[in-house]
């Protein structure tokens, strides 16, 4: 800048004027306050018309019929866990575990659990140890597990008692003999399945009640039964659930309901195994940021007062400078 035009500046900042107002509504004129509602009014519009979106969404998604879809949708259970600040019921998961060993292990793996997720979950640290000593681990067969217990001097891999740390062992070594023991039907890995199912833990209690008998004109092939709630109606897998089944430990009367409603669950419990953390980290998290907010807002409001209440205007002089340099 040359010096003329800089001896200018300073001459025109030296002589504006500074104009505070400290009351905003004071200073507004028509049109400033005609753009705010405008403004607010089209941010209203906006929210009702995305809660209107949302509930015609929501809607959709629980109604019984859908477009392309063969199967029923389950009824909403009200589960005991669903509240932001309810846990798993423990004892469920542990009766849930009983129902899944006596009757979904014999065709069903859950090979991302291992034994020592269920201590302190559902089980002591000793009753865990001798559940998993129930299991003869076959590592010849099972190239998942991650225990590798051979091979010996001869290279030869054998077979042990499971341990701890030992993954819960599938009932078959790979897909292909499992799909040959089912008339060709894949026995999925239960682990994840409540997750990876829409609506996964209704889907899973409906499928293992709702059987029933198949409607006319529903051909079933060998081995196949009928399940409004399995997509196509016909399942590869027959109704496995009876009351009685299973001797619980605690004594609860083993309905079918109730069995199912355990084993669901205790698969919950397999596909998020940090449900109740979760909610207790969330929890924390939502306290600490209240108290942090509580403290901040005041301190921010004070602060910032004078800065949203406060217009500046620099109001340049009338007559052109005068100095011959600036002619
Ligand atoms: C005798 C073997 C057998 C037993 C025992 C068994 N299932 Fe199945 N299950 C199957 C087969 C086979 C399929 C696949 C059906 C198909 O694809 O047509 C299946 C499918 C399923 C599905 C549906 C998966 C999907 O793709 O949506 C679920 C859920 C399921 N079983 C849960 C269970 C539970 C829980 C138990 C224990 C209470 C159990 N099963 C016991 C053989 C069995």
Not at 97 to 125: G, I, R
Not at 164 to 184: M, T
């Amino acid at each position: 800048m040359s010096r003329a035009g800089a001896s200018c500046l300073s001459s025109f900042s030296s002589t504006a004027k500074r104009v505070i107002f400290t009351s905003s509504g004071a200073s507004e004129d028509g049109t400033v306050r005609a753009r705010r509602w405008l403004g607010r009014a089209t941010k209203t519009c906006l929210g009702i018309l995305t809660g209107a979106a949302a509930t015609v969404l929501y809607a959709l998604d629980r109604s019984a019929l859908e477009a392309g879809h063969t199967s029923v949708h389950p009824p909403d259970h009200p589960w005991t866990f669903r509240g932001a600040l309810s846990s798993l019921d423990h004892s469920a998961i542990r009766r849930g575990w009983q129902v899944y060993k006596t009757v979904c292990s014999a065709c069903h793996s859950v090979k991302y659990v291992s034994f020592k997720d269920l201590v302190d979950v559902c089980f002591t640290e000793e009753e865990a140890r001798d559940i998993a000593a129930e299991y003869e681990q076959e590592f010849e067969k099972l190239k998942h597990a991650q225990v590798e217990d051979g091979p010996d001097e001869n290279g030869e891999y054998s077979t042990r008692p499971c341990k701890l740390p030992d993954r819960v062992p599938s009932p078959y070594p790979n897909e292909e003999s499992a799909r040959a023991a089912n008339n060709g039907a894949y026995p999925v890995d239960l682990s994840y399945v409540i997750n990876a199912r829409p609506r996964g833990r209704d889907y899973v209690f409906g499928l293992l009640t709702g059987y029933t008998e198949p409607p006319a004109g529903v051909e079933l092939r060998d081995g196949q039964a009928f399940n409004p709630y399995f997509e196509g109606g016909s399942i590869g897998m027959a109704e496995m659930l009876q009351d009685g089944l299973v001797d619980y430990d605690d004594g609860t009367p083993a309905y079918k309901s109730q069995m199912a409603k355990d084993v669901v669950e205790f698969l919950v419990w397999t596909s998020n195994q940090d449900w109740d953390c979760r909610k207790l980290v969330c929890f924390k998290g939502i306290c600490i940021g209240f108290l942090l907010l509580a403290t901040i807002y005041p301190i921010f409001r004070q602060r910032m007062n004078l800065h949203r209440n406060t217009r500046i205007c620099f109001v340049p002089r009338k007559k052109p400078c005068e100095r011959k340099e600036c002619q």
